[in-house]
Every structure is written in structure tokens, then in C-alpha cells.
């Protein structure tokens, strides 16, 4: 299916259906392409979040709620349901919060609700790296070298703004955001997940209004058939 450019090209997308009413958003280092195997028959807009597949990169480093800024107007209709892996669910959270208007129910998985807070410090080779380059007596590239070490994945494959955003989003937290949504929540998770742990995401629910969770036992944080098959049933 042809990519369609919104929002003055700062987003491409896929539609499914005519008149969408569902906006699918994916999570961090993916593309639209992982929901479309759950909006099989459904109107929707897919999109590529910017900085991924074919949307430009944000002009700074942004946050979830500088994302559902931006996508806010796609939904000036009314009557939309977000639906939000990983990342994507983030921002889906936003626009719930922020736009309850706009959003008549919200479909979640995968997303780091919480921040976890039991994470323990960065390894002492890294911090002392860190106050070295401060210092002036580590070059760039050789702090690069440490933070490629020492980094994540995701961190690792980010570059420029996008590893500036990635740094921004994973501190935040939605403990505060997530009473204070009226729209009924979804919640469809992989019991193996360990981005998002379940456990997390029961102590999400509890702070929403109205909010179901259905696992699927043998799915982890990735979208796949378990997950898939649930999904459809609820968008």
C-alpha cells in the first residue's frame, strides 16, 4: 500500500480502510509495519513515527508529550482510538492525558508505563569515562567508544537527536498522567516481557479508570501472533 505524507510530510503513514479511526503507533526502533498485521480490516492510519522507517527525525531531541503534539490534529475529528506499542504507547498515554476529547478509547502494549526504579548505577568504568570527558581529559570519540560499550541496544543505534530523545523518553515516568485518563484502556501483554514487565503493567491498571489486561502467555515484547490475534479484537 502507498505511503501517504501528513501533517506537512513531518509524518508518513499507511491507511487502512476508508474513514480510519484507529491511529497505530509503533514502538522505538520499529515501523508502522508491526501493526499491520492487526489492522487487517480495520480503518486505520499506521504511521512512522518521526525519526523512524520513512518520517523525517524530530528538529530536537523530544519527549512522548512533544510527539502527541504533533499528532494531536490527525485526530481533530474526534472519536479516535490510539492504539500504542512500546514507545508508541507513550505517546499514546500523551494524547489520551492531553486530548481526552479526541480519544474515545486507547489499546496498549508493551509500554514502559513506569520507570523502574531499581536499576542500579552505570558500571564505574563508565562514570569515571563521564567525569573524564567532562574534565577535558577524554576526547569524543573515545567517550563515544565507552557509551557504545556500555550502552544498550536501542542507545547504541541511535545517533544524534534520536539518541538525545531516546535518553528523554526513558526517564520519563505516568504514574502521574494515567488517573487522570477517561477514555477506557486496553491493555494486551506478552507474559515473557521483560522491556515491560507484567508486573508493571498490573500496577498501571490499578491507576487507571477503566482498564482491562489480557496476557498472552507465550509473547514477549514484541509484537507476534499471541499478540496479534488479541489486538484484533480489540481495535
Same mark, same amino acid.
Given at each position: 500500500? @502507498? =505511503?501517504?505524507?501528513?501533517?506537512?510530510g $513531518? +509524518?508518513?503513514?499507511?491507511?487502512t480502510? #476508508? /474513514? &480510519?479511526?484507529?491511529l *497505530?503507533?509503533h514502538?522505538?526502533?520499529?515501523?508502522?509495519?508491526?501493526?499491520l498485521? @492487526? =489492522?487487517?480490516?480495520?480503518?486505520?492510519? $499506521? +504511521?512512522?513515527?518521526?525519526?523512524?522507517g #520513512? /518520517? &523525517?527525525p524530530?528538529? *530536537?531531541?523530544?519527549?512522548?508529550?512533544?510527539?502527541?503534539?504533533?499528532?494531536?490534529?490527525? =485526530?481533530e475529528?474526534?472519536?479516535?482510538?490510539?492504539?500504542g506499542?512500546?514507545?508508541?504507547?507513550?505517546?499514546?498515554?500523551?494524547? *489520551?492525558?492531553g486530548?481526552?476529547?479526541?480519544?474515545?478509547?486507547?489499546?496498549?502494549?508493551g509500554?514502559?508505563?513506569l520507570?523502574?526504579?531499581?536499576?542500579?548505577k552505570?558500571p564505574?568504568?563508565?562514570?569515571?569515562?563521564?567525569? *573524564?570527558?567532562?574534565?577535558?581529559?577524554?576526547?569524543?570519540?573515545?567517550m563515544?567508544?565507552?557509551?557504545?560499550?556500555?550502552g544498550s541496544?536501542d542507545?547504541?543505534n541511535?545517533?544524534?537527536?534520536m539518541r538525545?530523545?531516546?535518553?528523554?523518553?526513558?526517564?520519563?515516568?505516568y504514574?502521574?498522567?494515567?488517573?487522570?485518563?477517561?477514555a477506557?484502556?486496553?491493555?494486551?501483554?506478552?507474559?515473557?516481557?521483560?522491556?515491560?514487565?507484567?508486573?508493571?503493567a498490573r500496577e498501571?491498571?490499578?491507576?487507571?479508570?477503566?482498564a482491562?489486561?489480557t496476557?498472552?502467555?507465550?509473547?514477549?515484547?514484541l509484537?507476534d501472533?499471541?499478540?496479534?490475534?488479541l489486538?484484533?479484537?480489540?481495535l
Amino acid at each position: 500500500m @502507498a =505511503l501517504i505524507a501528513l501533517l506537512d510530510g $513531518a +509524518v508518513l503513514a499507511e491507511r487502512t480502510g #476508508a /474513514s &480510519p479511526k484507529v491511529l *497505530a503507533l509503533h514502538g522505538w526502533g520499529r515501523t508502522r509495519a508491526d501493526w499491520l498485521p @492487526a =489492522l487487517s480490516g480495520v480503518a486505520a492510519l $499506521a +504511521v512512522d513515527l518521526p525519526g523512524f522507517g #520513512a /518520517s &523525517p527525525p524530530p528538529p *530536537a531531541a523530544w519527549g512522548s508529550r512533544d510527539y502527541a503534539e504533533l499528532l494531536a490534529p490527525l =485526530l481533530e475529528d474526534g472519536g479516535w482510538t490510539v492504539a500504542g506499542h512500546s514507545f508508541g504507547g507513550r505517546v499514546a498515554v500523551q494524547l *489520551a492525558a492531553g486530548w481526552p476529547s479526541l480519544v474515545s478509547s486507547v489499546v496498549l502494549t508493551g509500554v514502559p508505563l513506569l520507570r523502574r526504579t531499581t536499576e542500579g548505577k552505570p558500571p564505574l568504568a563508565f562514570r569515571l569515562a563521564k567525569q *573524564a570527558n567532562r574534565l577535558g581529559l577524554l576526547s569524543a570519540a573515545a567517550m563515544e567508544g565507552q557509551r557504545r560499550k556500555h550502552g544498550s541496544a536501542d542507545y547504541r543505534n541511535a545517533q544524534g537527536v534520536m539518541r538525545d530523545t531516546m535518553v528523554r523518553l526513558v526517564n520519563e515516568d505516568y504514574r502521574d498522567l494515567l488517573p487522570g485518563i477517561d477514555a477506557p484502556v486496553e491493555m494486551v501483554w506478552g507474559a515473557a516481557d521483560t522491556a515491560a514487565p507484567l508486573e508493571m503493567a498490573r500496577e498501571a491498571q490499578a491507576l487507571l479508570r477503566k482498564a482491562t489486561l489480557t496476557v498472552a502467555d507465550t509473547s514477549g515484547h514484541l509484537l507476534d501472533d499471541g499478540l496479534y490475534a488479541l489486538l484484533r479484537e480489540r481495535l
